[in-house]
């Protein structure tokens, strides 16, 4: 197996290349289906049809943008958390994607110049609908670790022959440092994640934004991302998180709770 990163519209993307398959990690921005595209057909010289999967690590527009149109393309099957629909379903589900395509958009003009779709699909309808532990469907030396915090369904995938982790959105890299993603919305179901995360015993972290880390030691990347959860706030991320809480699986269980306690 080999680990293939591509320079992505907002993040970057890995392909796990096998002899017969190609794994997609993960789901990328509308706009990169043609780089994905290209780098199948031009550096791998393997039709597209190879991705047999992509995972979507969260339903965020720049992870869920790309594999719908490859599964439509090329027969690509999606793997994803088995909540992941609920995140944007319903009225106040659709305004909060609509925000999030917008913050993604944003996040581009800061670093780009040529502007790309990244309106993405707001339902993704995964084809496999995973849950913690499961390792990934034709890839099974993958195995999915669920991750919440950033949002309510976010998964890593964990390769244990191999000790590569794929974190998503849960570390954030900039220049050598590590940052908390923006937003992050349980608190403390992300700590739950840093702990178990760095209990895998990871070697090398793949980083959608960011460098990969290769660190034999990422236990300590997970202990000074669960200090930093300690920090307070500062303005970007109290601004980031008032426009993130519409989301009916945020709160849902808050009505609930006011209701029913
Ligand atoms: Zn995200």
Redesign the pocket.
């Given at each position: 197996m080999k680990i293939h990163s591509l320079n992505g519209y907002i993040n970057t993307l890995f392909i796990a290349e096998y002899e017969d398959y190609l794994l997609l990690l993960d789901g990328g921005s509308p706009a990169d289906v043609d780089l994905i595209e290209k780098f199948c057909t031009e550096e791998l010289n393997r039709p597209v049809s190879n991705i047999k999967l992509a995972i979507v690590s969260?339903m965020?527009p720049?992870?869920s943008g790309a594999a719908p149109i490859l599964r439509k393309k090329y027969g690509t099957r999606i793997a994803a958390y088995k909540n992941i629909d609920e995140w944007y379903s319903g009225s106040t589900g659709w305004f909060q994607h609509k925000l999030d395509c917008l913050m993604a958009q944003i996040v581009a003009v800061k670093h780009k110049t040529k502007i790309r779709k990244v309106f993405s699909k707001r339902i993704t309808g995964p084809d496999y609908l995973m849950s913690d532990m499961e390792p990934l469907p034709f890839f099974n030396d993958w195995r999915v670790i669920y991750t919440p915090g950033?949002?309510s369904h976010?998964i890593a995938v964990f390769n244990e022959g191999e000790k590569i982790l794929y974190c998503?959105?849960s570390i954030i890299e900039v220049r050598g440092r590590v940052y908390l993603?923006?937003p992050v919305i349980f608190r403390k179901k992300m700590k739950h994640s840093y702990r178990k995360m760095g209990e895998l015993g990871a070697e090398q972290i793949l980083i959608p934004h960011g460098n990969c880390i290769g660190s034999a030691g990422s236990g300590e990347i997970f202990e000074r991302m669960e200090k930093l959860l300690e920090e307070p706030p500062n303005r970007i991320r109290r601004r980031v998180h008032y426009f993130s809480v519409w989301s009916p699986e945020i709160w849902k269980p808050t009505i609930r709770r006011l209701l029913f306690q």
């Open positions: 969260h965020h720049d992870h950033h949002t976010d998503g959105d993603p923006l």
